[in-house]
């Protein structure tokens, strides 16, 4: 396959025409999307036996997010767990809401596409958005309960599933200099430094990005894995994972940037220097070029995408930030003008808009380009299908006119070619 689709259970309430005449009413593919070139992506319902031999239906396209589980090896010699065995398998998770009667649990997925084995672990926090996996552990940023939630990526001995242990959440409100900044927390990407230092998270609500320090975040976790795997009884087992659930670890806040209040942070993307770093805000929509020194971000560059010429059928919301045609360029969405944008950095950190082009359809959540070629594929939410433009060797893109029917798509993912 070149691509997994993710996406929402439930259409959202409000449904706009579709920008193209003519196109498709959109089902969710019971078969893999041919496209272009034999590329592929396909929606997956894989019919599993957990570790209990219960059989289960894990609907992997009720996702909005998706990622295949690489990592580097974590830093200073950690132990970490057996990545060759997290060959072929994907993480996602599942954004669900208290108002879902069928499941109202959010949760992280674990699966494996080529051998049909999922595996699906509750998460007690609101609206999962984001996740990142460094090896040793899953983070995943939860928007409405403004939590970092952490889990082990652990397994039993004589098991074949990955065993996901959620361990607790990280509050970014429970701190008193949060407190200060804004009223509600709205963690939207998570991940590290290139240095493996720090924890970071674009906080949308507070207009900051957080950072917590790694090395102590990951001796604590494993205190509480190591108190999990010494726990004999089943019945005390379930207490403290229940206790570990509710209680936050508390640990050292420190704010590497501060926005101007309204800009809402939402996705960081490092350059391959380790050194420069492309911040993409929703709110204001903005993209901003840093640099990171000394455990700070210092801003030196910043380019509007909001009064961009556009489909203007709401605010412009900037959602998805990538790199693509080989890192040449950004490539940026927008909720509302229903743009996609094409930008380049310079080694200054100067950003030049190179081209935009409508998406093809309404509310751009996420877009890849899944091959080499330039073929870049959006997923627009509220149209119900994905679109395909095309992205040329000097950063032009062009809309084509085809169109892929895929019930509110929210996140694509570059599979195994």
């Given at each position: 396959?070149?691509?997994?689709?993710g996406?929402?259970?439930?259409?959202?309430?409000?449904r706009?025409?579709?920008?193209?005449?003519?196109?498709?009413?959109?089902?969710?593919?019971?078969?893999?999307?041919?496209?272009?070139?034999?590329?592929?992506?396909?929606?997956?319902?894989?019919?599993?036996?957990?570790?209990?031999?219960?059989?289960?239906?894990?609907d992997?396209?009720?996702?909005?997010?998706?990622?295949?589980?690489?990592?580097e090896?974590?830093?200073?010699?950690e132990p970490?767990?057996?990545?060759?065995?997290?060959?072929?398998w994907?993480?996602?998770?599942?954004?669900?809401?208290?108002?879902n009667?069928?499941?109202?649990?959010?949760?992280?997925l674990?699966f494996?596409?080529?051998?049909?084995?999922?595996?699906?672990?509750?998460?007690?926090?609101?609206?999962?958005?984001?996740?990142y996996?460094?090896?040793?552990?899953?983070?995943?940023?939860?928007?409405?309960?403004?939590?970092?939630s952490?889990?082990?990526?652990?397994?039993?001995?004589?098991?074949?599933?990955?065993e996901?242990?959620?361990?607790?959440?990280?509050?970014?409100?429970?701190?008193?200099?949060?407190?200060?900044?804004?009223?509600?927390?709205?963690?939207h990407?998570?991940?590290?430094?290139?240095?493996?230092?720090?924890?970071?998270?674009?906080d949308?609500?507070?207009?900051?990005?957080?950072?917590?320090?790694?090395q102590?975040?990951?001796?604590?976790?494993?205190?509480?894995?190591?108190?999990?795997?010494?726990?004999?009884?089943?019945?005390?087992?379930?207490?403290?994972?229940?206790?570990?659930?509710?209680?936050?670890?508390?640990l050292?806040?420190h704010?590497?940037?501060?926005?101007?209040?309204?800009?809402?942070p939402?996705h960081?993307?490092?350059?391959?220097?380790?050194?420069?770093?492309?911040?993409?805000?929703?709110?204001s929509?903005?993209?901003?070029?840093?640099?990171?020194?000394?455990d700070?971000?210092?801003?030196?560059?910043?380019?509007?995408?909001?009064?961009?010429?556009?489909?203007?059928?709401?605010l412009?919301?900037?959602?998805?930030?990538?790199w693509?045609?080989?890192?040449?360029?950004?490539?940026?969405?927008?909720?509302?003008?229903?743009?996609?944008?094409?930008?380049?950095?310079?080694?200054?950190?100067?950003?030049?808009?190179?081209?935009?082009?409508?998406?093809?359809?309404?509310?751009?959540?996420?877009?890849?380009?899944?091959?080499?070629?330039?073929?870049?594929?959006?997923?627009?939410?509220?149209?119900?299908?994905?679109?395909?433009?095309?992205?040329?060797?000097?950063?032009?893109?062009?809309?084509?006119r085809?169109?892929?029917?895929?019930?509110?798509?929210?996140?694509?993912?570059?599979?195994?070619?």
């Open positions: 396959m070149s691509g997994i689709i996406g929402y259970a439930r259409p959202a309430q409000h706009p025409q579709a920008a193209a005449a003519g196109s498709p009413a959109a089902e969710p593919p019971g078969t893999p999307l041919t496209l272009q070139d034999n590329q592929r992506l396909t929606s997956l319902e894989l019919t599993t036996l957990d570790t209990r031999g219960r059989a289960a239906v894990v992997v396209s009720d996702c909005s997010y998706i990622i295949r589980a690489q990592a090896a974590p830093a200073g010699g970490q767990a057996d990545l060759a065995r997290w060959q072929d994907y993480l996602a998770v599942q954004e669900r809401s208290p108002e009667q069928t499941d109202p649990s959010s949760a992280l674990a494996n596409p080529g051998t049909g084995l999922a595996r699906r672990q509750a998460i007690p926090a609101l609206a999962p958005c984001f996740l996996f460094d090896g040793l552990y899953v983070f995943t940023a939860d928007y409405s309960s403004g939590t970092i952490c889990l082990a990526a652990d397994w039993q001995p004589d098991a074949s599933l990955p996901l242990l959620y361990l607790g959440a990280l509050r970014p409100g429970d701190s008193q200099r949060a407190r200060q900044l804004s009223a509600a927390s709205h963690v990407w998570v991940g590290t430094d290139p240095q493996q230092r720090w924890l970071l998270a674009t949308l609500g507070l207009d900051c990005i957080l950072a917590y320090p790694l102590e975040l990951r001796q604590s976790l494993g205190r509480r894995l190591a108190l999990l795997r010494s726990t004999l009884d089943h019945d005390q087992l379930a207490h403290l994972k229940r206790e570990f659930s509710l209680l936050p670890l508390t050292p806040l704010l590497p940037l501060t926005l101007p209040g309204g800009s809402g939402r960081l993307l490092w350059d391959q220097d380790g050194f420069h770093a492309y911040l993409l805000t929703e709110l929509c903005e993209l901003f070029s840093l640099k990171w020194q000394s700070t971000f210092d801003i030196q560059d910043r380019l509007s995408l909001k009064e961009l010429p556009g489909n203007q059928e709401a412009p919301a900037a959602a998805a930030l990538h693509c045609q080989n890192r040449q360029f950004l490539l940026a969405s927008v909720r509302g003008s229903n743009l996609l944008c094409s930008v380049k950095a310079a080694v200054n950190g100067q950003l030049t808009l190179i081209s935009c082009s409508d998406c093809g359809g309404s509310w751009p959540r996420d877009f890849a380009q899944l091959t080499g070629t330039g073929d870049i594929y959006c997923a627009n939410e509220r149209s119900d299908y994905l679109s395909r433009l095309k992205l040329t060797n000097d950063g032009q893109l062009t809309l084509t085809d169109r892929y029917p895929v019930l509110a798509p929210a996140c694509l993912c570059n599979g195994w070619l």
